[in-house]
T-cell receptor, first 115, second 116 residues
Framework: KAGVTQTPRYLIKTRGQQVTLSCSPI?????VSWYQQTPGQGLQFLFE???????NKGNFPGRFSGRQFSNSRSEMNVSTLELGDSALYLC??????????????FGEGSWLTVV | AQSVTQPDIHITVSEGASLELRCNYS??????LFWYVQSPGQGLQLLLK??????LVQGIKGFEAEFKRSQSSFNLRKPSVHWSDAAEYFC??????????????FGPGTRLSVLP
């Protein structure tokens, strides 16, 4: 069974640009969450999607957005990139979300560097 | 507010020595509890999880964790550490219930270094 797949793995962007990251969850999983990981802030929750609907959102500015498609694949977008957006962005999938005790499986992440 | 704390930022142990990583949680009720490991440049891998029942949970790679309600703790242990165990370890909690809006709360992580 394939795991959570994130693309691209590494990318470099310039301040002011926008970026789109993609996540393919484990087959059958309908919940997809996104996290930002930085050395200073640790793992911070961005948002969660379930059946194409955003169910929960963390404390990030509106420049961070996401969506989920009917096949459960998800994308997140960051517009007007800032240097502080440099981070590892992790996607995680589960059957229905952590609240039901479903295990959350993580992808290997997308490393974003903003210069 | 729900929180998960890991009091130790960095721990160094010698190869072959025993290991205990601490995790404390603060929730209104007993949450689901998880331990993840992250090797440099990699995503998070699930080591073990506690939902209910037996308070001693066995995981992969020889790890185990014990849930102690009285201490609000879920400490991770391993009897003999291998050099390949050097990594960052994260404890996480998720509140039980039907509220699909809840999500994982991660602790800040503990970095484990292993001396040869």
């Amino acid at each position: 069974k394939a795991g959570v797949t994130q693309t691209p793995r590494y990318l470099i962007k310039t301040r002011g640009q926008q970026v789109t990251l993609s996540c393919s969850p484990i087959s059958g999983h309908r919940s997809v969450s996104w996290y930002q990981q930085t050395p200073g802030q640790g793992l911070q929750f961005l948002f969660e999607y379930f059946s194409e609907t955003q169910r929960n959102k963390g404390n990030f500015p509106g420049r961070f957005s996401g969506r989920q498609f009917s096949n459960s694949r998800s994308e997140m977008n960051v517009s007007t990139l800032e240097l502080g957006d440099s981070a590892l962005y992790l996607c995680a999938s589960s059957l229905a979300g952590g609240a039901r005790g479903n295990t959350i499986y993580f992808g290997e992440g997308s490393w974003l560097t903003v210069v | 507010a729900q929180s998960v704390t890991q009091p130790d930022i960095h721990i160094t142990v010698s190869e072959g020595a025993s290991l205990e990583l601490r995790c404390n949680y603060s929730y209104g009720a007993t949450p689901y509890l998880f331990w993840y490991v992250q090797s440099p440049g990699q995503g998070l891998q699930l080591l073990l999880k506690y939902f209910s029942g037996d308070t001693l949970v066995q995981g992969i790679k020889g790890f185990e964790a014990e849930f102690k309600r009285s201490q609000s703790s879920f400490n991770l242990r391993k009897p003999s550490v291998h050099w390949s165990d050097a990594a960052e370890y994260f404890c996480a909690g998720a509140l039980k219930g039907d509220n699909y809006g809840q999500n994982f709360v991660f602790g800040p992580g503990t970095r484990l270094s292993v001396l040869p």
